[in-house]
């Protein structure tokens, strides 16, 4: 039988570290849902998880801003994993 699982590096490249729309991301998280409830169901993982939200807080996240930056991608990646 055959390997079919993606291999890490191409998931890695896939999802590089780099800026993304809150609403870009979210739908990556929750591609099944519109984009108004991926974005509330991300932010919702975001507050539930205080470790998360406070490491967030410290590379300066704010609830309101509309792009991740860098440092919270990499952030939100370690805690959540890849899309």
């Known amino acids: 039988m055959r390997d079919t ?5 191409k998931i890695e ?7 993304y729309y809150r609403r870009e991301l979210a739908m990556a998280y ?11 169901r991300l932010t919702k993982w ?3 998880n205080k470790a998360l ?3 967030l807080q410290e590379y300066g996240y704010r ?7 860098p440092v919270q991608v990499e952030t ?3 805690y959540l994993g890849r899309p």
Not at 13 to 19: A, G, Q, R
Not at 30 to 40: C, F, G, T
Not at 63 to 69: A, H, K, S, Y
Request: charged share 30%; glycine share 0%.
């Open 5 to 9: 699982s993606i291999p890490e590096e």
């Open 13 to 19: 490249k896939e999802w590089e570290i780099h800026p």
């Open 30 to 40: 929750a591609p099944e849902l519109s984009p108004e409830a991926a974005v509330n």
């Open 46 to 48: 975001l507050k539930l």
């Open 53 to 55: 939200f406070r490491e």
């Open 63 to 69: 609830p309101n801003q509309r792009v991740f930056t």
């Open 76 to 78: 939100i990646f370690r």
